[in-house]
């Protein structure tokens, strides 16, 4: 946004980063204070998707972005939620923090594809253990025993009177 022909608010950004070494009154906090705020209007943005966010969460860092997540409203991080997985589970987006814990379920990565673990080379299987040695369990076929004590509580019946 450009008000009177000046630069506009990108151009302003950046022109503040190149000169970040000419400004040592804006520390490193108020520089993660205006990357947050920037966070935040990404993660309240349409049109989000988990590769964008993931990118996101990479360029500015986990805290910044992790702090921002943890201040979207119930409905915000509903929403995003449902922007990045439709047909998410309502119980599962709840709460605000349960949105949230959903929302990272969908951006974490994939697990490691774990190669070789156990297989023999020759045959390309899985090794098979055998145990020579069997045992059975006893065949007891009769039920359990009602417990010992009866129950001390009645019914309401039990406490009437008259």
């Known amino acids: 946004m450009s008000f009177g022909g000046g630069p506009t608010g990108f151009q302003a ?3 503040l980063v190149a000169a970040r070494d000419k400004l040592p009154a804006v520390a490193d906090k ?20 988990a590769e964008a966010l993931i990118a996101l969460r990479a360029a500015v860092g986990e805290e910044i972005f992790e ?8 409905h915000q991080a ?3 939620a449902k922007r990045l997985d439709k047909a998410a589970p309502d119980i599962e987006v709840s709460t ?3 949105a949230a814990a959903y929302i990272r379920t969908l951006l974490a990565p994939p697990a490691a ?6 297989v023999d080379p020759v045959t390309e299987e899985a090794p098979v253990e055998t145990n020579d040695t069997i045992t059975e369990a006893p065949a007891d076929d009769t039920p359990p025993s009602p417990p010992e004590a009866p129950n001390p509580y009645f ?5 009437r009177t008259g």
């Not at 108020?30 to 309240?44: C, F, M, P």
């Not at 702090?67 to 119930?74: A, C, E, M, N, V």
């Not at 594809?113 to 156990?118: A, C, K, T």
């Open 155 to 159: 019914g309401r019946k039990s406490f």
């Open 13 to 15: 950004i950046q022109a």
């Open 67 to 74: 702090s921002q997540l943890k201040t979207l409203s119930h």
């Open 30 to 49: 108020d520089w993660a204070a205006a990357s947050g705020l920037i966070v935040k209007k990404l993660l309240n943005a349409a049109g989000q998707t």
């Open 78 to 80: 509903k929403l995003l």
């Open 96 to 98: 605000a923090r349960a």
């Open 113 to 118: 594809v774990q190669d070789d673990v156990g």
